[in-house]
């Protein structure tokens, strides 16, 4: 049996798409997968089972990158086209079953909008994270043993949705500090190449012999064993929060013009801190723009995300003992 699963270009939507695949593994043990994925993203999937080919699906001008994904997938008689990219790619190949997300309006989880492609919205799968023998032990050489890590990823895919760095290191500093949490806890600082300059200013606020520098490095599997070597995660609506809900550690998000109804923390271990201004307060304002503004999560204080990462350790711990 042969599948292709035509999943997201966005890292945070793949990782939310991931749920559905481990049900497509799980359900098919006899199936082979083709994973279309998108240059940022297509790194998740080289771990998982089963799979005989990932297409990294990179977008181009004119819909050309449609044209050479069917190009590419039109030779073969597949058994089952998921595509969660709502195109007409399905139709246009040979496809004894036929999948594509659903069009639905209201206040839905993109997991269960993910989970109803294949109508099983009402118990969605829950995000995994694949990685290998030699990924964990790149993780373990990364973040060894040692006591408490905090993971922290300060950056998002648009300015307006980061947190300033000044506030990520304050919260740090009360986390880590004796009567915190996690006290005298290292912190793993996660973020793109491209996303250095704000992941630093927290960095470099952090005492160098509890620093792990994971800026820009890791490939993404490794990322996903680094994190699972983490105690609890804060970190602004992005795709390394996704990530850090799916290993399964505590994961805080912080929102703001972003909606967390739709793209929370996945699972038992996630929880949610917003700004004081409401989404539609930070994007109905005059003169709002995401391709030029400057943050807009300066509703949100240092005090709002103590206390949120407080309350979910001790939920999360309490549920563990």
Known sequence: MKILFVTANRLGDAVLSTGLLAHLIESHP???FTIAAGPTAAPLFKAIPKLERLIVFAKQ??????????RGCVTHRWDMVVDLRRSLLGWLLFAHERYAIPKIDGPLHRVQLIAATMGIEDEPPSPVLWAGPEDDAEAARLVPDGGQVLAVAPAANWRGKEWRSENFAAAVDRLTAADGPLPDARVAVFAAPDERPQAEAVLAAIPEHRRIDLIGGPALPVVAACLRRCALFI????????MAAASGIPTLGL???SRPEHYAPWGPNGAFQRTASSY???VGAPGYDHLTTDTLMDSLSVDMVEEAARNLWQRTSRNAA
């Open 280 to 282: 539609d307060e930070l």
């Open 255 to 257: 929102f703001g013009p």
């Open 235 to 242: 970190g602004n609506d992005s795709g390394l929060m996704h």
């Open 30 to 32: 006899g199936a082979e």
């Open 61 to 70: 001008g004119s819909g050309r990158h449609w044209f050479d994904l069917w």
